[in-house]
């Protein structure tokens, strides 16, 4: 588990020391992420005893050229080409309270997301948790407030390079009921109560429309007057 900030605009100081002072006041912990770097650190949030990592990630594009080294600690931001895709559409806002103060945040918009975490399942280093990017997919396709809205934010992008490239992943990972992604969802689905015997019909019913979406395809339709049906 970890917490992910999508950094879409950087000044020209990329090390961003403001915001290391800040993550220390707020008494995250800081730790050494390069072991050639000193200065290039990681924060964590503690609860439970377990540390979870808050890591800030951008597109390859956000990040100044010509970097010098500095001597004082910086918050480390990676560069991540499948963020920018996550980027594009506009972000929800979001306002909550916490301890008596009104915090207003900014939320990924879930077509961005689930179009980055596609492109990670084929693209990601780390592959164990390509079963993780799968489900959260699956998790927002099942469960999103109102799922023809989603679809159709998706559509949006078809143009896009890289939402052709997401479709392309996807039918590899859940086109059909043999691919690797079914296997790899039938544990998140027994989590979600589905039984056991109905768990390939529901990760089918959950990403036909998704894949359908993304489908280069043009939607065709009938002109002609004859009744569509065998018997007519």
Known sequence: MDIDFAVKRMTPDRFSEPVYHRLLAANLIPRRMDMDDDNKIQFSYAVDRVLVPVDFITEP???????????RPYVACSPVPEVA???????????????????????????????????????????????????TIAFVMRYAPDQEILLQNIKKFKDHAEAREAGRILEGFVGKDRRPGYGMLREYYSRWNVPKELINGQIKRTFVPLLSALSPLPEVISTSTRPLWPWG
Not at 62 to 67: I, K, M, R, S, Y
Not at 97 to 125: D, M, T, W, Y
């Open 61 to 71: 594009d956000v990040l100044p050229e010509g970097q010098h080294a500095v001597e």
């Open 85 to 135: 895709i996550a980027l594009k559409p506009e972000p929800i806002h979001h306002t909550i309270n916490f301890k008596g103060k009104c915090l207003k945040i900014q939320i990924a918009a879930p077509e961005g997301l689930l179009l980055s975490k596609a492109l990670l399942l084929e693209h990601r280093v780390n592959v164990s948790k390509t079963p993780k990017d799968l489900a």
